[in-house]
């Protein structure tokens, strides 16, 4: 099955600066990477999400790449704020027969300082 | 809009014991996927029921299993529970093989 790691594991940025996190997944047939924010106590949210046949999708501050050949793809959060502090989880669909099971990355906690 | 609900909130049981946790998907969504976070871990899949069959399930043991009800809605079942079951239980729905996953707050179990 599909196997998904996650880096890094924390991540401290000043408010302002960028922050990146990259996931790496194992199963070339996997076709769809969403992202999602997870405050302490709260449910994952879906903030960014981008399908194979796309290499790169912006939201505002947020984007994903999605290299397929490598087989790894990466949140950039630009002009971080302190209520972009969470832990962001990564995660692939396994292939469209597997009805939709999402493979998620271990996690990023993420601390904005200001 | 009402979102994915799940209940109870929190629950406290003893090991050995049985529990069952419920699940009321977004509205518009037919599939409802369950899963276990363990403390600082990502979630990881138990099973997903859709027109009320369990349609692919994780690597868990039988001692977790589920239904699903005629309007959408979910239980999901553990018994003989041991400390380790101890975690956040989400509840995510989606519309068929839809790629919009929508999680619920979870049911935060506590076995001792």
């Known amino acids: 099955g599909e196997n998904v790691e996650q880096h890094p594991s924390t991540l401290s940025v000043q408010e302002g600066d960028s922050a990146v996190i990259k996931c790496t997944y194992s199963d070339s047939a996997s076709n769809y990477f969403p992202w999602y924010k997870q405050e302490l106590g709260k449910r994952p949210q879906l903030i960014i999400d981008i399908r194979s046949n796309v290499g790169e999708k912006k939201d505002q501050r947020i984007a994903v790449t999605l290299n397929k050949t490598a087989k790894h793809f990466s949140l950039h959060i630009t002009e971080t704020q302190p209520e972009d502090s969470a832990v962001y989880f990564c995660?692939?669909?396994?292939?469209?027969?597997?009805?939709?099971?999402?493979?998620f990355g271990a996690g990023t906690q993420v601390v904005v300082t200001p | 809009d009402a979102g994915v609900t799940q209940s109870p909130t929190h629950l406290i049981k003893t090991r050995g014991q049985q529990v069952t946790l419920r699940c009321s998907p977004k509205s518009g969504h037919d599939t409802v996927s369950w899963y276990q976070q363990a403390l600082g871990q990502g979630p990881q899949f138990i099973f997903q029921?859709?027109?009320?069959?369990?349609?692919q399930r994780g690597n868990f043991p039988d001692r977790f299993s589920g239904h699903q009800f005629p309007n959408y809605s979910s239980e999901l079942n553990v018994n003989a529970l041991l400390l380790g079951d101890s975690a956040l239980y989400l509840c995510?729905?989606?519309f068929g093989q839809g790629t919009g996953y929508t999680f619920g707050s979870g049911t935060r179990l506590t076995v001792v």
């Open positions: 995660a692939a669909r396994e292939p469209p027969d597997s009805w939709g099971k999402l493979q």
């Open positions: 029921y859709y027109e009320e069959e369990e349609r």
């Open positions: 995510a729905s989606s």
